[in-house]
């Protein structure tokens, strides 16, 4: 099988590949082809895939081109992770948001609607390319934010884009691993849009042993989701929030924390990745152990704004190691091979969450096997969560009408309509803001 990876160059895609060399089933993934606009960044990772490799008898082929068509023509899987704007964009909308005392998050916030607009009409030429060149090919999208991107595609490519992210997958090992549960054996009742989910019930055996966590303050206080959110604010919602929630509940002290950071996320990451790339270019170091010493890092400050915020320390070391190409590989498994499983996802609400129409794509469990993946029905959600969700859901819509139609005014109501965006005025200058310094929001008229 063919997988092509757009976003060839980016830092993460050692981990795709480090998950593919242990797969030595039939079906497997056998070349690999990676796409990028910046040859200097594929060079630099396909070293590192090399290294990778070096050990792994019958390790998949890989190539690298600039050429998207090239890239696209033949595949059977497409894994999406481009960044429209690169690191410097994340790290000018996080600069913009604050500048006017709001979050400049990537995914949520301003900074996610920012994101969204530069980076939607790029997704949905890729789809449109993808309906043209490889029109039996399943499109696996981690491109953030991934369910507002997910569902731009998913009106050129229907149920065959299926977006992931590893956010749901952790929370729910941290849970099950608290209550000295196996992770794999554990059912999660979890739904909602990307990055703003909440965990329900955890079923063991078939008894939801959520009760047990949430009555248990010391078991509840124990964990990442604990102690950033606290354990009276969790027993209070009855559940457990993805950990992006933080930014909403605590947003006061999220965008304080940020503002006295030394250098925001996305201006940390730039300039970490920036030297990686430069050292991973040298012929005198191994590729391989430059992008290790980095990928620790990275993960190592993960949230810190939040965690420090909240009191909550370091992260447990279990939680260091990501997940999403595990995620993505478990899809491309179950998708190839008709091995069925269970995975949380974004897809198509197809009726899944009444407050939604049926083309809202929503993250939630699904049953996926050699058609797809198929949401699994889900309890509707508690009043607090249907407003957040309903209203994120519409600015997501404005966002998508906005890219389709260039207009300037309906950016400013995506902006303007969020929860976290708490003025017109702020809104108008935040447009202006980012219009200013992204190239890629000139089309906005």
């Known amino acids: 099988m063919k997988l092509t990876i757009l976003g060839g160059g980016g830092f993460r895609v050692p981990l795709v590949y480090g998950a593919l060399l242990g797969d030595r089933a039939e079906g497997r993934v056998t070349r690999v082809v990676l796409h990028d606009l910046d040859a200097d960044r594929l060079s630099a990772v396909t070293r590192v895939l090399a290294e990778q490799a070096s050990r792994v008898p019958d390790a998949p082929e890989v190539t690298a081109t600039t050429d998207l068509d090239e890239a696209l023509r033949g595949a059977d899987f497409v894994f999406s992770a481009i960044r429209v704007g690169g690191l410097e964009g994340r790290a000018n909308d996080e600069r913009v948001a604050l500048a006017e005392g709001v979050l400049g998050q990537e995914t949520a916030g301003a900074g996610g609607i920012a994101y969204g607009l530069r980076t939607v009409p790029v997704a949905v030429d890729i789809a449109q390319r993808v309906a043209r060149l490889a029109p039996d090919a399943w499109v696996i999208n981690f491109t953030n934010p991934a369910g507002l991107v997910t569902e731009a595609m ?222 699994v029905a889900v309890d509707p959600l508690p009043d607090h969560a249907t407003g957040l969700v309903c209203a994120v859901k519409a600015v997501e819509r404005e966002v998508l009408a906005a890219a389709e139609s260039g207009s300037r005014t309906t950016a400013v109501k995506a902006f303007a309509l969020h929860p976290l965006v708490d003025s017109v005025n702020v809104a108008r200058r935040l447009v202006e803001g980012y219009t200013a310094v992204h190239p890629g929001l000139a089309y906005l008229k």
């Open 154 to 375: 998913s009106r050129h490519l229907g149920d065959r884009v299926i977006g992931i992210c590893d956010s749901p997958v952790g929370l729910g090992r941290r849970i099950a691993r608290v209550l000295g549960a196996n992770p794999k054996e554990a059912w999660i009742d979890y739904v909602g849009l990307n990055h703003l989910g909440w965990v329900r019930g955890l079923r063991i055996a078939g008894r939801d042993e959520l009760p047990r966590l949430l009555a248990d303050p010391d078991l509840l206080g124990s964990f990442e989701e604990g102690k950033l959110f606290g354990v009276d604010w969790l027993q209070s919602l009855g559940a457990i929030p993805n950990e992006y929630l933080h930014y909403y509940y605590f947003n006061r002290e999220a965008v304080r924390a940020y503002r006295e950071a030394d250098k925001t996320r996305g201006a940390f990451l730039r300039d970490q990745q920036a030297h990686f790339y430069e050292e991973a270019r040298r012929t005198d170091v191994s590729a391989l152990e430059a992008w290790e010493r980095t990928r620790a890092e990275r993960e190592a400050t993960y949230m810190a704004e939040n965690r420090e915020t909240a009191g909550a320390g370091e992260r447990e070391a279990d939680d260091l190691s990501g997940g999403y190409e595990k995620v993505a590989l478990a899809l491309m498994r179950a998708i190839a091979r008709d091995e069925r499983t269970t995975l949380i996802l974004n897809v198509r609400n197809q009726g899944t969450l009444s407050v939604l129409d049926t083309d809202a794509v929503i993250e939630v469990p699904c049953l996926v096997d050699a058609n797809g993946a198929h949401p």
